[in-house]
Nanobody, 121 residues
Framework: QVQLVESGGGLVQPGGSLRLSCQVS????????MYWVRQAPGKGLEWVSN???????????YYSDSVKGRFTISRDNARNTLYLQMNSLKSEDTAVYYC???????????WGQGTQVTVSS
């Protein structure tokens, strides 16, 4: 069975940093694109970032305009783990963050349960 388990969320002050992790199982992690998607209170789902199988340093990364320059997506294929380093956090980054698996390019087929990120002073 496919499993994606996010961790690392919490409460952080504006300007602070958090690193989210997503531990995956049930598929060959290194063969697939992976995504981070978030949902802020009262809002719809928002694509944040995704990464191709090769990861940073080999693969290609993509970011939404709202997080580009502040967030960094990465992966460790040997450990079946996806990461999202979030710096310079803003209150508008408050959301539940989900990791998700790509089926075929730019199409998500599995989601984790999410981890809450709250940015507040």
């Amino acid at each position: 069975q496919v499993q994606l388990v996010e961790s690392g969320g919490g409460l952080v002050q504006p300007g602070g940093s958090l690193r989210l992790s997503c531990q995956v199982s049930g598929f060959t992690f290194g063969n697939y694109w992976m995504y981070w998607v978030r949902q802020a209170p009262g809002k719809g789902l928002e694509w944040v970032s995704n990464i191709t199988p090769g990861g940073v340093g080999s693969g290609t990364t993509y970011y939404s305009d709202s997080v580009k320059g502040r967030f960094t997506i990465s992966r460790d294929n040997a450990r079946n783990t996806l990461y999202l380093q979030m710096n310079s956090l803003k209150s508008e980054d408050t959301a539940v963050y989900y990791c998700a698996k790509d089926s075929t390019d730019w199409y998500i087929d599995y989601w984790g349960q999410g981890t809450q990120v709250t940015v507040s002073s």
